[in-house]
Protein backbone atom coordinates (compact mmCIF):
# COMPACT_ATOMS: atom_id res chain seq x y z
CA UNK A 1 0.00 0.00 0.00
CA UNK A 2 1.90 3.38 -1.38
CA UNK A 3 2.48 6.51 1.99
CA UNK A 4 -0.75 8.02 0.05
CA UNK A 5 -2.91 5.48 0.29
CA UNK A 6 -1.88 5.18 4.37
CA UNK A 7 -2.57 8.51 4.79
CA UNK A 8 -6.38 8.54 3.35
CA UNK A 9 -7.02 5.19 5.45
CA UNK A 10 -5.51 7.75 8.55
CA UNK A 11 -7.68 10.63 7.90
CA UNK A 12 -10.57 8.14 7.42
CA UNK A 13 -10.66 6.48 10.28
CA UNK A 14 -9.39 9.53 12.50
CA UNK A 15 -12.64 11.53 11.42
CA UNK A 16 -14.33 7.86 12.15
CA UNK A 17 -13.40 8.28 15.91
CA UNK A 18 -14.02 11.85 16.05
CA UNK A 19 -17.02 11.67 14.88
CA UNK A 20 -17.91 8.31 17.52
CA UNK A 21 -16.24 11.20 20.09
CA UNK A 22 -18.76 13.43 19.65
CA UNK A 23 -21.58 11.50 19.05
CA UNK A 24 -20.33 10.27 22.84
CA UNK A 25 -20.10 13.69 24.34
CA UNK A 26 -23.81 14.36 22.61
CA UNK A 27 -25.34 11.62 24.42
CA UNK A 28 -23.75 12.20 27.62
CA UNK A 29 -24.76 15.91 27.94
CA UNK A 30 -28.41 14.95 26.90
CA UNK A 31 -28.58 12.45 29.48
CA UNK A 32 -27.12 15.48 31.93
CA UNK A 33 -29.79 17.64 30.32
CA UNK A 34 -32.84 15.01 31.13
CA UNK A 35 -31.66 13.99 34.41
CA UNK A 36 -31.43 17.65 35.85
CA UNK A 37 -35.00 18.65 34.18
CA UNK A 38 -36.47 15.31 36.17
CA UNK A 39 -35.01 16.72 39.15
CA UNK A 40 -36.99 20.26 38.67
CA UNK A 41 -40.00 18.57 37.56
CA UNK A 42 -39.95 16.36 40.73
CA UNK A 43 -39.15 19.24 42.89
CA UNK A 44 -42.28 21.43 41.25
CA UNK A 45 -44.19 18.12 42.28
CA UNK A 46 -42.99 18.02 45.95
CA UNK A 47 -43.58 21.64 46.19
CA UNK A 48 -46.88 21.30 45.03
CA UNK A 49 -47.77 18.02 47.08
CA UNK A 50 -46.48 20.07 50.20
CA UNK A 51 -49.51 22.41 49.83
CA UNK A 52 -51.57 19.47 50.30
CA UNK A 53 -53.14 17.54 53.28
CA UNK A 54 -51.36 13.79 52.49
CA UNK A 55 -48.30 15.57 51.05
CA UNK A 56 -46.82 11.67 50.88
CA UNK A 57 -49.09 10.35 49.09
CA UNK A 58 -49.74 13.13 46.70
CA UNK A 59 -45.66 12.96 45.67
CA UNK A 60 -45.73 9.00 45.75
CA UNK A 61 -48.97 9.02 42.91
CA UNK A 62 -47.58 11.64 40.84
CA UNK A 63 -43.68 11.63 40.82
CA UNK A 64 -43.57 8.68 38.60
CA UNK A 65 -45.55 11.40 35.72
CA UNK A 66 -42.99 13.81 36.51
CA UNK A 67 -41.44 13.79 32.61
CA UNK A 68 -45.28 14.26 31.82
CA UNK A 69 -46.07 16.71 34.08
CA UNK A 70 -42.93 18.96 33.82
CA UNK A 71 -43.93 22.74 35.70
CA UNK A 72 -47.36 22.38 34.30
CA UNK A 73 -50.13 22.75 37.24
CA UNK A 74 -53.06 22.14 34.83
CA UNK A 75 -51.19 18.65 33.55
CA UNK A 76 -50.38 18.38 37.78
CA UNK A 77 -54.09 18.61 38.29
CA UNK A 78 -55.42 16.71 35.01
CA UNK A 79 -52.76 13.69 36.50
CA UNK A 80 -53.80 14.09 39.42
CA UNK A 81 -57.59 13.65 38.36
CA UNK A 82 -57.07 10.32 36.11
CA UNK A 83 -54.65 8.73 39.08
CA UNK A 84 -57.58 9.61 41.56
CA UNK A 85 -60.25 8.42 39.39
CA UNK A 86 -58.45 4.88 38.04
CA UNK A 87 -57.76 4.55 42.25
CA UNK A 88 -61.95 4.61 42.57
CA UNK A 89 -62.24 2.04 40.07
CA UNK A 90 -59.65 -0.02 41.51
CA UNK A 91 -61.75 0.08 44.60
CA UNK A 92 -65.22 -0.16 42.83
CA UNK A 93 -63.98 -3.31 41.55
CA UNK A 94 -62.26 -4.77 44.59
CA UNK A 95 -65.70 -4.10 46.35
CA UNK A 96 -67.70 -5.88 43.77
CA UNK A 97 -65.33 -9.09 44.69
CA UNK A 98 -66.16 -8.44 47.96
CA UNK A 99 -69.89 -9.21 47.52
CA UNK A 100 -69.14 -12.53 46.30
CA UNK A 101 -67.45 -13.95 48.94
CA UNK A 102 -69.64 -16.92 50.80
CA UNK A 103 -70.55 -16.40 54.54
CA UNK A 104 -71.45 -12.56 54.30
CA UNK A 105 -73.87 -11.46 57.54
CA UNK A 106 -76.54 -9.65 56.61
CA UNK A 107 -74.92 -6.10 57.98
CA UNK A 108 -71.91 -7.20 55.77
CA UNK A 109 -73.86 -7.32 52.42
CA UNK A 110 -75.88 -4.15 53.35
CA UNK A 111 -72.28 -2.29 53.95
CA UNK A 112 -70.92 -3.59 50.79
CA UNK A 113 -73.79 -2.73 48.68
CA UNK A 114 -73.52 0.68 49.86
CA UNK A 115 -70.05 1.59 49.53
CA UNK A 116 -70.32 -0.25 45.97
CA UNK A 117 -73.53 2.10 45.07
CA UNK A 118 -71.47 5.43 46.46
CA UNK A 119 -68.30 4.32 44.85
CA UNK A 120 -70.22 4.02 41.91
CA UNK A 121 -71.19 7.51 42.19
CA UNK A 122 -67.83 8.67 43.04
CA UNK A 123 -66.42 7.49 39.72
CA UNK A 124 -69.48 9.83 38.15
CA UNK A 125 -68.27 12.79 39.73
CA UNK A 126 -64.90 12.29 38.96
CA UNK A 127 -65.61 11.69 35.35
CA UNK A 128 -67.60 14.84 35.06
CA UNK A 129 -64.71 16.67 37.55
CA UNK A 130 -61.99 15.43 34.53
CA UNK A 131 -64.70 17.21 31.91
CA UNK A 132 -64.96 20.39 34.25
CA UNK A 133 -60.85 20.48 34.55
CA UNK A 134 -60.89 20.25 30.79
CA UNK A 135 -63.19 22.99 30.03
CA UNK A 136 -61.27 25.58 32.13
CA UNK A 137 -58.87 25.93 29.38
CA UNK A 138 -60.19 28.35 26.92
CA UNK A 139 -63.40 29.34 28.44
CA UNK A 140 -65.08 32.27 29.32
CA UNK A 141 -66.66 31.38 32.22
CA UNK A 142 -63.91 30.17 34.09
CA UNK A 143 -65.47 31.24 37.81
CA UNK A 144 -68.49 28.89 36.78
CA UNK A 145 -65.73 25.69 35.73
CA UNK A 146 -64.00 25.81 38.66
CA UNK A 147 -66.73 26.22 40.81
CA UNK A 148 -67.99 23.06 39.18
CA UNK A 149 -64.83 21.13 38.97
CA UNK A 150 -64.81 21.54 42.91
CA UNK A 151 -68.27 21.02 43.79
CA UNK A 152 -67.72 17.54 41.83
CA UNK A 153 -64.46 16.60 43.72
CA UNK A 154 -66.21 17.68 46.89
CA UNK A 155 -69.11 14.99 46.14
CA UNK A 156 -67.24 12.46 45.39
CA UNK A 157 -65.23 12.75 48.85
CA UNK A 158 -68.52 13.34 50.44
CA UNK A 159 -69.45 9.37 49.30
CA UNK A 160 -66.45 8.46 50.03
CA UNK A 161 -66.61 8.88 53.54
CA UNK A 162 -70.22 8.10 53.75
CA UNK A 163 -68.54 4.72 52.61
CA UNK A 164 -66.33 4.29 55.40
CA UNK A 165 -68.92 5.68 58.08
CA UNK A 166 -71.04 2.88 57.30
CA UNK A 167 -68.73 0.76 59.47
CA UNK A 168 -69.47 2.36 62.89
CA UNK A 169 -71.33 0.65 65.07
CA UNK A 170 -71.19 -2.69 62.83
CA UNK A 171 -69.72 -5.73 63.22
CA UNK A 172 -67.91 -6.94 60.69
CA UNK A 173 -65.53 -9.18 59.46
CA UNK A 174 -61.53 -8.16 59.32
CA UNK A 175 -61.85 -9.10 55.73
CA UNK A 176 -64.70 -6.77 54.39
CA UNK A 177 -63.55 -4.20 56.73
CA UNK A 178 -59.83 -4.14 56.05
CA UNK A 179 -60.03 -3.94 52.20
CA UNK A 180 -62.70 -1.61 52.09
CA UNK A 181 -61.40 1.06 54.34
CA UNK A 182 -57.83 0.46 53.33
CA UNK A 183 -59.03 1.48 49.69
CA UNK A 184 -61.72 3.83 49.94
CA UNK A 185 -59.69 5.73 52.53
CA UNK A 186 -56.41 5.77 50.41
CA UNK A 187 -59.02 6.94 47.77
CA UNK A 188 -60.50 9.75 49.90
CA UNK A 189 -56.77 11.39 50.61
CA UNK A 190 -56.44 10.84 46.85
CA UNK A 191 -59.18 13.14 46.56
CA UNK A 192 -58.20 15.32 49.53
CA UNK A 193 -55.16 16.31 47.36
CA UNK A 194 -56.87 16.88 44.11
CA UNK A 195 -58.67 19.68 45.95
CA UNK A 196 -55.85 20.83 47.55
CA UNK A 197 -53.95 21.43 43.95
CA UNK A 198 -56.85 23.25 42.36
CA UNK A 199 -55.81 26.19 44.45
CA UNK A 200 -52.83 26.32 42.67
CA UNK A 201 -54.25 27.00 39.22
CA UNK A 202 -53.77 29.85 37.72
CA UNK A 203 -57.81 31.29 37.27
Same mark, same amino acid.
Given at each position: ??S ?7 I?C??I !????M?T????V???T???? @???T ?8 ? $? ?6 V ?5 SP???AI?T?? $?K???? &? ?13 S?DS?S ?6 P ?5 IN? @?????G? +???E %??N???? !? +???Q =???H? &????SD %???W #?SA??T???T @?????? =???V?? +? #?K ?6 ? !?? %??? !???N?? &? ?5 D?
Amino acid at each position: MSSSSFQLVFIFCFSI !LLLLMSTSTQTVSAATTNKA @CLKTYKKFIKSAC $NSTTYPKVCYKALSPSASAIKTDT $NKLCSI &ALSFTLNATYNASSSIDSLSKMKGLSPSEKQIIND @CAETTGE +AIYE %LENSLKA !L +ANLQ =GSDHK &ADEMSD %LKTW #VSAALTDEYT @CTDEFD =GQKVSK +A #VKNTIKKKV !LN %LAK !LTSNCL &ALFNLLDY
